[in-house]
């Protein structure tokens, strides 16, 4: 705690069991404030075609399509899934430490694949929730 300084507004994503994002405001004396928010609830926006088809293929499985439906533990069963869907590949039964650590390895291609448009889907929710946290 204290001052911050050189800090601008910025935005939180938080992946776990579930998608948590907060925006972290600056404040000219003392610790900056938390705003926590539901943005992780928000729908789903597709940054490339190969995210268009897996959106496709999770809005025939899923109720509703939100940044959390991807972006975190059981997000990242759900993209496994649909990626195998899209590609035509089997999906095994596997739980997220075990795509991470096939991804990491390099030891599934699936996996591996699924690994990249996590983080490549993280970039852009952080993109969003950015620029409204930036907004004045």
């Not at 900056?32 to 025939?60: F, N, R, T, Y």
């Amino acid at each position: 705690y204290g001052t911050v300084t050189g800090v601008q507004t910025c935005a939180l994503p938080i992946s776990g069991s579930g998608l948590g994002m907060a925006v972290l405001v600056p404040m000219r004396r003392g610790a900056p404030v938390v705003l926590p928010s539901e943005g992780g609830h928000a729908d789903l926006a597709p940054g490339s075609p190969l995210e268009q088809e897996i959106l496709q293929v999770l809005a025939g499985r899923l109720p509703h399509v939100s940044w959390e439906s991807v972006l975190s533990g059981p997000g990242l069963v759900n993209l496994y899934g649909a990626l195998c869907a899209v590609w035509g590949a089997p999906a095994e039964n596997l739980t997220p430490e075990e795509i991470s650590r096939r991804g990491m390895l390099v030891e599934d291609p699936v996996c591996h694949q699924v690994l990249e448009l996590f983080f490549e889907i993280v970039r852009d929710a952080w993109k969003e929730r950015h620029t409204e946290a930036l907004a004045r």
